[in-house]
C-alpha cells in the first residue's frame, strides 16, 4: 500500500504523460536548451530551390508592359527594351462544364423513299458524362481513396455537376472496364522479360496484406495480395482498380481520352 502511493507520488511530467503545470515544487524545472548561436532560416551557404522559370514555348499569353513617360521628368518615351525583366504567374483556369449536344438526324431518300438515321459518332460515351468525367471520378476514388459522396460534394464544388454516388459506382464500372484490356497486356509484357524488378512492401495489422511491385523500363505493376474487403460499399469495380494497381502507379499510368492507358510508353 505505502509502495503504491509512493509510486503515484514519483509521477511527474517527465516519466508518464502529465503536463509540466501539474508538476510539485519537488520536481527539478527543466533546463533551458542551450542556443548554437544560428539564426532561424536558411543557413549561409545554403543552396535554395527557387522554381524556374517556363520556357517561352510554354507559356500560353505573353503581355509586355511599357512605361509611357520617364519617371524623372515625364517626356513620352520611345523604343523597345531588348531584355525586359520577366515575371511568370502559374494559374489555374477557372472550372467549366462544356456541354455537347449530338443531333442524329433522320432523313428520307428521294428516289425509294427509305429513312435513314445518322448513327453516333464513334467514341461517344453512352453514358450522359464524357471520358475525362469518367477518368477524374475513378481517379479520385481509386488512387486518392476518396468516398464516393466527397467525389459528388467536390464535383458540385468545383463544376457544378449534379451526380449521385450511384452514379459514381457505374463509372468505375466502365473505367474498369475499359482499363481491363490495357491492364492485361501490361502484366503480358512483364511475364514475357527476362528480368523483371519485383519489391514487396508488408502492412502492419489488422491489414495483413502485402503490396507486390513488379516493374520494368516498359511496364509496372501495382497490386494488393490481400483479401478484398468484404464490405457493401466497395464494389467489384472499384476492387479490380484497387487490387490491379491500375490508378496508383501515377508515375506509369496516364489516363488519356476515353480511359486509355499508356504504361511507360515513351512521350510522344
Same mark, same amino acid.
Request: proline letters at 9%; charged letters at 25%; aromatic letters at 2%.
Given at each position: 500500500?505505502?509502495?503504491?502511493?509512493?509510486?503515484?507520488?514519483?509521477?511527474?511530467?517527465?516519466?508518464?504523460?502529465?503536463?509540466?503545470?501539474?508538476?510539485?515544487?519537488?520536481?527539478?524545472?527543466?533546463?533551458?536548451?542551450?542556443?548554437?548561436?544560428?539564426?532561424?532560416?536558411?543557413?549561409?551557404?545554403?543552396?535554395?530551390?527557387?522554381?524556374?522559370?517556363?520556357?517561352?514555348?510554354?507559356?500560353?499569353?505573353?503581355?509586355?508592359?511599357?512605361?509611357?513617360?520617364?519617371?524623372?521628368?515625364?517626356?513620352?518615351?520611345?523604343?523597345?527594351?531588348?531584355?525586359?525583366?520577366?515575371?511568370?504567374?502559374?494559374?489555374?483556369?477557372?472550372?467549366?462544364?462544356?456541354?455537347?449536344?449530338?443531333?442524329?438526324?433522320?432523313?428520307?431518300?428521294?428516289?425509294?423513299?427509305?429513312?435513314?438515321?445518322?448513327?453516333?459518332? /464513334?467514341? %461517344?460515351?453512352?453514358? =450522359?458524362?464524357? !471520358?475525362?468525367?469518367?477518368?477524374? *471520378?475513378?481517379?479520385? @476514388? #481509386?488512387?486518392?481513396?476518396?468516398?464516393?459522396?466527397?467525389?459528388?460534394?467536390?464535383?458540385?464544388?468545383?463544376?457544378?455537376?449534379?451526380?449521385?454516388?450511384?452514379?459514381?459506382?457505374?463509372?468505375?464500372?466502365?473505367?474498369? /472496364?475499359? %482499363?481491363?484490356?490495357? =491492364?492485361?497486356? !501490361?502484366?503480358?509484357?512483364?511475364? *514475357?522479360?527476362?528480368? @523483371? #524488378?519485383?519489391?514487396?512492401?508488408?502492412?502492419?495489422?489488422?491489414?495483413?496484406?502485402?503490396?507486390?511491385?513488379?516493374?520494368?523500363?516498359?511496364?509496372?505493376?501495382?497490386?494488393?495480395?490481400?483479401?478484398?474487403?468484404?464490405?457493401?460499399?466497395?464494389?467489384?469495380?472499384?476492387?479490380?482498380?484497387?487490387?490491379?494497381?491500375?490508378?496508383?502507379?501515377?508515375?506509369?499510368?496516364?489516363?488519356?481520352?476515353?480511359?486509355?492507358?499508356?504504361?511507360?510508353?515513351?512521350?510522344?
Amino acid at each position: 500500500m505505502i509502495e503504491d502511493l509512493r509510486a503515484k507520488l514519483a509521477i511527474n511530467s517527465r516519466n508518464s504523460s502529465k503536463p509540466p503545470s501539474s508538476d510539485g515544487p519537488e520536481v527539478a524545472p527543466r533546463q533551458a536548451k542551450k542556443k548554437r548561436g544560428r539564426k532561424p532560416g536558411g543557413q549561409p551557404g545554403h543552396v535554395g530551390t527557387t522554381r524556374a522559370m517556363a520556357p517561352i514555348e510554354q507559356v500560353d499569353v505573353v503581355k509586355d508592359i511599357r512605361p509611357m513617360c520617364c519617371a524623372d521628368c515625364g517626356t513620352l518615351l520611345l523604343g523597345e527594351d531588348p531584355a525586359p525583366l520577366r515575371r511568370q504567374v502559374i494559374e489555374i483556369p477557372p472550372p467549366k462544364v462544356i456541354v455537347t449536344e449530338y443531333r442524329l438526324h433522320r432523313l428520307s431518300c428521294v428516289a425509294c423513299g427509305c429513312s435513314t438515321q445518322a448513327a453516333a459518332p /464513334a467514341g %461517344l460515351s453512352p453514358s =450522359v458524362f464524357g !471520358a475525362t468525367v469518367h477518368a477524374l *471520378a475513378a481517379l479520385l @476514388v #481509386g488512387r486518392f481513396r476518396q468516398s464516393k459522396r466527397l467525389v459528388v460534394e467536390l464535383l458540385d464544388v468545383l463544376y457544378g455537376l449534379t451526380l449521385s454516388p450511384g452514379t459514381i459506382c457505374a463509372m468505375e464500372q466502365r473505367v474498369s /472496364a475499359a %482499363l481491363e484490356a490495357p =491492364v492485361d497486356a !501490361a502484366l503480358a509484357t512483364l511475364r *514475357a522479360e527476362e528480368v @523483371v #524488378g519485383k519489391d514487396e512492401t508488408g502492412r502492419p495489422p489488422p491489414h495483413q496484406s502485402l503490396a507486390v511491385d513488379h516493374g520494368h523500363r516498359s511496364a509496372r505493376s501495382l497490386h494488393d495480395r490481400s483479401e478484398p474487403r468484404q464490405c457493401g460499399g466497395e464494389t467489384g469495380a472499384r476492387r479490380r482498380i484497387r487490387r490491379r494497381g491500375v490508378l496508383r502507379s501515377l508515375d506509369r499510368i496516364r489516363l488519356l481520352g476515353p480511359a486509355t492507358v499508356l504504361l511507360g510508353a515513351p512521350a510522344a
